[in-house]
């Protein structure tokens, strides 16, 4: 469906940050990605809603080779796809919702309404009017300037945590344990 262009673009904090959450120990932090990162993961995030069938039957061959990502809290790991907000997940179904009612639209209900609308000479008057599905308005939350950013020397990159207590912060990309000073 090359014809589809989707932009989902989520809200960052003023600093760019995005924010993930480990849903086992449902905590909260910030990663700063590339332009690029984001997109890959939108992505991501719209196929996991679209190909629904197909993950059943190659999710093990998928899941091995993908790289995989660390709680800064509890250093617990899976691959970069398991860190949604709920609120980002209902986002982007929404999305995801919209291409299908899209698809439906295009191709089941206007293909009918032309081919019926035209049969009105026989002896019996067709006439076929489709509901069309409708599109929402996806919607998520600003993104608060809250948490404390932290400093990843092991791969050069920012992340934001937000409980302020905590000693020790494992790197999201590498999982290295860092000790927090105060
Ligand atoms: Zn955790
Ligand atoms: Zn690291």
Not at 37 to 63: C, H, P, R, V, Y
Not at 123 to 152: H, R
Request: aromatic share 12%; with cysteine.
């Amino acid at each position: 469906m090359g014809d589809i262009e989707l932009n989902v673009s989520f809200p960052l904090d003023e600093e760019g940050f995005f924010r993930r959450e480990w849903p086992f120990c449902r905590k909260e932090f910030k990663i700063l990605l590339t332009k690029e990162e984001l997109g890959n993961l939108a992505q991501a995030g719209l196929d996991s809603f679209m190909i629904e069938s197909k993950e059943n039957t190659d999710s093990d061959e998928s899941e091995e080779g993908k790289p995989e990502y660390f709680c800064p809290y509890c250093g617990q790991h899976a691959p970069g796809d398991r860190w949604w907000t709920q609120e980002q997940l209902a986002y982007i179904s929404i999305f995801a919702k919209n291409i299908m009612a899209n698809l439906i639209n295009e191709h089941l209900i206007r293909p009918l309404e032309r081919n019926f609308g035209k049969r009105s000479s026989g002896p019996i008057s067709v006439s076929f009017k489709g509901q069309e599905m409708e599109q929402q308005e996806p919607w998520i939350s600003p993104e608060a300037n809250d948490m404390d950013t932290f400093d990843l020397p092991c791969c050069q990159r920012k992340i934001k945590i937000e409980e302020p207590k905590i000693s020790l912060v494992r790197c999201f990309f590498c999982g290295f344990p860092h000790k927090r000073q105060y």
